[in-house]
């Protein structure tokens, strides 16, 4: 049959060359070969010490079981699971395995102080202050000389409203002329004229009288002068309190960025 073709090794037949074919073609089939194989691997230029076994568990050795890593998204790749404490399968199907849970935690170092797997630290910190014995605290005022204090009332005039309770004498006097009287009402600037009935009509020395004047009194202070205090001071005493602590709760809580920590199952 005739030569068959391949460019590279996954596709060369095994069942080629038949039995019946000729013997002068096997040189063809032995340049066929070769090709394949260095296309196949165009830069193995030298010996390789390679195991079968080696590129068997060659995924193994580039990502170890159990390898944590940072990632940002929300579903884990293939082969890796979330680290929040979740038990899942193992990717060669031995068994199951349970990741750490890395929620709200970074990792660090294992130590003696810390061993493996050990979980410490905190978001927050609460410092108390030790317990004091019951006290009070006294305060001073500092002393204060000789010295007096002036109040002064504000001007005022009074109103009507405000004047006490008090009458006024209405007068009736003669006019003066020969024949002729006249009633007056007075209290105020001007005169009203009643004439009068029945009125003696003698003639009599007249006069007008008017009534006091009502809101005469004008706007005023009062000054009143305190008697002098000698020098003083005053004493505060601030009431015991019993024996107390005092507490502060601080964040430990560097920036931060919050990513999902996966690993290799």
Known sequence: MSLETASYLHQLNPSYPSGTDMQREGDDHIR????????????????????????????????????????????APTGWAICDGRTVAKSDG??????????????????????????????????????????????????AANHSHSVSAVGHSLTEAELPAHKHLNGISDDGAAGASSLFVYGGEAQTAIVAVGIDTNTHGGFQ?????????????????????GAHNHAVTVTGVAGHSHSVTTSSVQPSMALNYIMKV
Do not use: C, W
């Open 209 to 229: 009288g008017y009534t006091s004047e009502v809101g005469s009194g004008t706007a005023h202070t009062h000054t009143i002068d305190q008697t002098p205090a």
């Open 94 to 143: 031995s068994g199951t395995v349970t990741t750490p849970d890395m929620q709200n935690r970074v990792p660090v170092g294992a130590s003696v102080a810390h061993a493996l797997g050990d979980m410490f630290g905190q978001e927050s910190y609460t410092v108390t202050a030790g317990a004091g014995g019951g006290h009070t605290h006294d305060v001073d005022l500092a002393d």
């Open 32 to 75: 066929l070969l070769k090709a394949a194989i260095k296309a196949t691997f165009p830069n193995f230029t030298g010996a390789m010490n390679l195991t079968s076994t080696f590129l068997n568990d060659i995924a193994v050795h580039l990502v170890p079981f159990g390898a944590i890593m940072l990632f940002s998204g929300d579903t």
